[in-house]
Nanobody, 125 residues
Framework: QVQFVESGGGLVQPGGSLRLSCAASGVTLEYYTIGWFRQAPGKEREGVSCISGSDGTTYYADSVKGRFTISRDNAENTVYLQMNSLKPEDTAVYYC??????????????????WGQGTQVIVSS
């Protein structure tokens, strides 16, 4: 059974850091393009970062560029999203999504067929 499980969310003060994990089971993650999305209450789900399965190319939305870093640990079959300098506007449920052959230029919800259950991130003082 293919499964993607996010973890690492929580409550953090503005300026703080969190590291989200997306652990895969039933598949070899290195062959997949992994996207991180987030959805705040009342807002559309938006793509924030992506790592390509074909060549490891990374992508960041302008809103997180310079603060978030996506990485892949093939031995752990896990993709990470390191989030630094967090802001209240980063508050959302964060989801990882996966599919094969998707370029990171197509970081939209409709491009990805497999999703995790989400992990809540709250940035508040």
């Amino acid at each position: 059974q293919v499964q993607f499980v996010e973890s690492g969310g929580g409550l953090v003060q503005p300026g703080g850091s969190l590291r989200l994990s997306c652990a895969a089971s039933g598949v070899t993650l290195e062959y997949y393009t992994i996207g991180w999305f987030r959805q705040a209450p009342g807002k559309e789900r938006e793509g924030v970062s992506c790592i390509s399965g074909s060549d490891g190319t990374t992508y960041y939305a302008d809103s997180v560029k310079g603060r978030f870093t996506i990485s892949r640990d093939n031995a752990e079959n896990t993709v990470y999203l390191q989030m630094n300098s967090l802001k209240p506007e980063d508050t959302a449920v964060y989801y990882c999504a996966a599919d094969i052959g998707i370029p990171c230029s197509l970081l939209v919800r409709e491009s990805f067929g497999s999703w995790g259950q989400g992990t809540q991130v709250i940035v508040s003082s």
